[in-house]
């Protein structure tokens, strides 16, 4: 791929931190990779700091800055919701329930996809909704994959157990029944990014009289099969 762009200031902007994919260098170093003047580099390694695109390290060598990594992430996030709507209506479709997508964030969780079963008594969970990490299955589902300990500051609030977190790693799937809100019920499963990583939680929930107050027994295989999905949809993407 030709590397020029015509756009001088851009095209020397990628070499500064293509050179720095490599890990943190110093300024002789920034120069001898990017064949630049070492004025040019150093000017643009300094800008590039100010935006938080480069960093320093402890010994004060240029490194890529925390800014990059916020982005990936928007990119990621981005993949994620746009490849989970298709699998979560199709999955709606099949439970004729509606089905959500959280997302972990800190101390709580956030919808950040959803369809919606179209009319009757349903859940409605709208995008961007912040729910708490002490309550539902797709709670269970994160604080499954989380740090023995840090699950255990949690779980002092929670109205599920630690006994219920093992259930749920062991068989790869929750349920909740009244957790979140009295009368709804719902089932969730593990999205999981490279290496295994729990990146989300995809569920479906509705009202206790239609999914029981054992809601898993009827719903846990759709919503295992639509997690495991979305989950390589989402490797394959980052290949």
């Not at 589902?141 to 157990?161: C, M, T």
Request: aromatic share 2%; glycine share 10%; charged share 20%.
């Amino acid at each position: 791929m030709d590397k020029h762009s015509g756009v001088g200031v851009i095209d020397k902007t990628a070499l500064v931190l293509g050179a720095l994919e490599g890990g943190p260098t110093n300024l002789a170093g920034l120069v001898a990779a990017t064949g630049l003047p070492r004025p040019t580099a150093h000017r643009l390694a300094l800008a590039l700091e100010h935006h938080r695109l480069v960093a320093r390290d402890t010994n004060g060598r240029f490194t890529l800055g925390p800014r990059l990594g916020e982005l990936a992430g928007a990119v990621g996030e981005d993949r994620l919701t746009a490849s989970a709507q298709p699998i979560l209506t199709a999955l709606r479709n099949q439970t004729s329930e509606s089905a959500q997508l959280y997302r972990r964030e800190g101390d709580r969780r956030i919808c950040v996809a959803a369809s919606e079963r179209s009319s009757g008594l349903r859940d409605t969970v709208p995008v961007g909704t912040v729910l708490t990490m002490q309550a539902g299955s797709a709670a269970q589902v994160f604080l499954a994959a989380e740090d023995l300990d840090h699950a255990g500051q949690l779980l002092a609030n929670a109205r599920f157990s630690a006994t219920v977190l093992a259930q749920v790693r062991k068989r790869g799937w929750a349920q909740s029944v009244g957790e979140r809100e009295p009368g709804v019920a719902s089932v969730s499963a593990p999205v999981r990014g490279p290496g295994g990583k729990v990146i989300a939680a995809l569920s479906v929930s509705g009202p206790i009289e239609r999914l029981t107050r054992n809601p898993g027994r009827a719903f846990h295989k759709p919503v295992v099969a639509a997690a495991d999905q979305l989950s390589r949809t989402i490797r394959l993407a980052q290949q």
